[in-house]
């Protein structure tokens, strides 16, 4: 079974501010993990992703995650943030090997004060 | 450019009345799901379909009906048994190529209760 745990329904940064959002997993085989963003009254939007190979992952407006097996994690940083970071933030795990239906996070909202 | 397609934007139900919500992609994807999210709660799987004319329940069935007659069209009823129908819809797609491929989304449907 797979599941995902996001630490904190909100967060709140100043615009200039590291971003840290976290993400941990449960999976009994090698997963997948996904970061999606989700802007107010629309659909989910890929930041990134890991699959296999460098743990550190770079993906679009400046995020970057780094999967760490031995603490089952999969935080999300920026390290500098900006008032257009404001959003809802998804954590989702695919469990390898199995029916690819991936389990999602309950969400984080971030919120970015100027 | 691809995507997909999520109809209507709003959608009101009156008492005892069965909705149905419209989903479209010209990806080529040949997975799609229907999601449901509350405030919170993240997304919930409703029903979910790797290939045509096949379909499988989620976490969250009862209430709900899907059909899968196409490949782009995956259309998702609200019946009158679903007592709580008030929420955010969000379709998805993906490829059924392994776990590593994201899903993209619709800009979702917004469901009410006159």
């Known amino acids: 079974a797979q599941s995902v745990t996001q630490l904190g329904s909100h967060v709140s940064v100043s615009e200039g501010a590291l971003v840290l959002l976290r993400c941990n997993y449960s999976?009994?085989?090698?997963?997948?993990l996904f970061w999606y963003v989700q802007y107010p009254n629309q659909g989910l939007q890929l930041l990134l992703k890991?699959?296999?190979?460098?743990?550190l992952v770079k993906g679009i407006n400046g995020f970057e995650a780094e999967f760490k097996k031995s603490e089952t994690s999969f935080h999300l940083t920026k390290p500098s943030a900006h008032m257009s970071d404001a959003a809802e933030y998804f954590c989702?795990?695919?469990?390898?090997?199995?029916?690819?239906?991936?389990?999602f996070g309950r969400g984080t909202s971030l919120i970015v004060h100027p | 450019d691809g995507g997909i397609t999520q109809s209507p934007k709003y959608l009101f139900r009156k008492e005892g009345q069965n909705v149905t919500l419209s989903c479209e992609q010209n990806?080529?994807?040949?997975?799609m799901y229907w999601y449901r999210q509350d405030p919170g709660q993240g997304l919930r799987l409703i029903y979910y379909?790797?290939?045509?004319?096949?379909?499988q329940k989620g976490d969250i069935a009862e209430g709900y009906s899907v059909s899968r007659e196409k490949k782009e069209s995956f259309p998702l009823t609200v019946t009158s048994a679903q007592k709580n129908p008030t929420a955010f819809y969000l379709c998805?797609?993906?490829?059924?190529?392994?776990?590593?491929?994201?899903?993209?989304f619709g800009d979702g449907t917004r469901l009410s209760i006159l």
């Open positions: 998805a797609s993906s490829p059924m190529t392994g776990g590593g491929q994201p899903q993209h």
């Open positions: 999976s009994s085989v090698p997963p997948y």
């Open positions: 890991y699959t296999t190979g460098a743990t």
């Open positions: 989702a795990v695919v469990t390898s090997g199995g029916s690819y239906i991936p389990t």
């Open positions: 990806l080529n994807h040949d997975a």
């Open positions: 379909s790797q290939i045509v004319n096949d379909f």
